[in-house]
């Protein structure tokens, strides 16, 4: 799992191979395992393979245009009223869509929804919710892109840890590797 850990990377390039439906079986299963608060199973998921609706959501804020590059989007919610946690819920479960992308060769990132704006008037949620038609009581977290690399980046090592932020018992004593 360390392995797996030092390995993933966020991934913004990407090529024009199609990721196979059973790779994308795969994530939606990743993504549905994951743990939720009480079971809630408060998490929902939009998959975007439509290259017309993944160039549109890559509007969705400044810095989101590679997404239509990517083979696909996913978007990451949440249901307020099933879980008072769906954001706690919906990382758990974008992470795993990260590690498994990364275990099953494919490249993802992270591109941040909740409390981003699509412009000054416009939350870059209420733009998603719009575009897709998502119920007001379905909250939007993330999308996560996913495509084969288009680069590659080297795996993080010891040195990229920070010990520093690490306590042993209390915040007054530096946990000692």
Not at 31 to 46: G, R, V, W
Not at 126 to 141: A, H, Q
């Amino acid at each position: 799992m360390l392995e797996l850990l030092k390995k993933r990377r966020s991934i913004r390039k990407y090529t024009n191979e199609k990721v196979s439906d059973e790779k994308i079986l795969n994530l939606i299963q990743a993504a549905l395992f994951s743990p939720t608060s009480k079971n809630s199973k408060s998490c929902e998921f939009i998959i975007v393979k439509d290259k017309n609706l993944l160039s549109k959501l890559s509007n969705f804020k400044p810095g989101a245009s590679f997404l239509k590059n990517a083979d696909l989007g996913i978007i990451v919610m949440g249901n307020s009223l099933l879980s008072d946690v769906w954001i706690e819920d919906a990382s758990i479960a974008a992470s795993n869509i990260h590690l498994l992308s990364q275990e099953i060769d494919l490249g993802s990132c992270w591109i941040q929804v909740r409390n981003r704006n699509y412009n000054e008037n416009t939350s870059s949620e209420e733009y998603i919710r719009n575009l897709f038609n998502v119920p007001e009581n379905i909250n939007i977290l993330a999308v996560i892109s996913v495509g084969f690399p288009g680069e590659q980046k080297d795996p993080l090592t010891e040195e990229n840890l920070n010990y520093n932020k690490v306590y042993l018992n209390s915040y007054l004593n530096k946990y000692l590797k």
